[in-house]
């Protein structure tokens, strides 16, 4: 069975500070790997994912993940945070074997202090 | 624009009563998803729809309905049998072509019992 776990409910940060939200996953099969972020009130927005390649994975906003097959981790990472950037953050994971089913984590929050 | 259009944002549910939660996208995309957002529990699968005509159930299906009669409508019911419907309830749309690809959101309906 497919899940996803978010270990963090909430991360802080000041502004300017490199941030990390970590991601572990369990799949069968190759996963494809995606983040989001939402923002009050609103849907989901996609930030990157992760399908095949190079581990590094860059998206918007300065965002980037790393795929770590051994460790089944897909960690999001920014080198310079912004105020702007707080928010709640979803993974997400599909198995490659088929199917349209995407699993996402519990969410986390991101607090980035000026 | 294209996008996802959810109404109401907001909907209030008397006991007994069933209510009908509207997606809409101009996507053209083949699958629509309902998903179902509850503070620390990410968001979990209600129903989704591969194509006009057909639609499975996800991890949460009981108490819901759903119906796929049109390619950019995917309408959810929340009936009586739905004992907790509180939540906030997101809308997503994907293209067919591969499973790699990600969803799109609407802005979601926040659901409130009376």
């Known amino acids: 069975a497919q899940s996803v776990a978010q270990p963090e409910d909430q991360v802080n940060v000041a502004e300017g500070n490199p941030l990390t939200v970590k991601c572990t996953y369990s799949?069968?099969?190759?996963?494809?790997l995606f983040w989001y972020v939402q923002y009050p009130n609103r849907g989901l927005q996609f930030l990157l994912k992760?399908?095949?390649?190079?581990?590094l994975v860059k998206g918007s906003y300065g965002f980037e993940a790393e795929f770590n097959k051994s460790q089944t981790s897909f960690h999001l990472k920014k080198p310079s945070a912004l105020v702007s950037d707080s928010a709640l953050y979803f993974c997400?994971?599909?198995?490659?074997?088929?199917?349209?089913?995407?699993?996402f984590g519990a969410g986390t929050r991101l607090f980035v202090k000026a | 624009d294209g996008g996802i259009t959810q109404s109401p944002k907001y909907l209030f549910r008397k006991e007994g009563q069933n209510v009908t939660l509207s997606c809409e996208q101009n996507?053209?995309?083949?699958?629509m998803y309902w998903y179902r957002q509850d503070p620390g529990q990410g968001l979990r699968l209600i129903y989704y729809?591969?194509?006009?005509?057909?639609?499975q159930k996800g991890d949460i299906a009981e108490g819901y309905s759903v119906s796929r009669e049109k390619k950019e409508s995917f309408p959810l019911t929340v009936t009586s049998a739905q004992k907790n419907p509180t939540a906030f309830y997101l809308c997503?749309?994907?293209?067919?072509?591969?499973?790699?690809?990600?969803?799109?959101f609407g802005s979601g309906t926040q659901l409130s019992v009376l």
């Open positions: 997503a749309s994907s293209t067919r072509r591969a499973n790699n690809e990600k969803l799109f």
């Open positions: 799949v069968s099969g190759n996963p494809y």
């Open positions: 992760y399908i095949t390649g190079d581990n």
């Open positions: 997400a994971v599909r198995a490659n074997t088929g199917g349209f089913k995407t699993i």
């Open positions: 996507l053209n995309h083949d699958a």
């Open positions: 729809s591969q194509i006009v005509n057909d639609f």
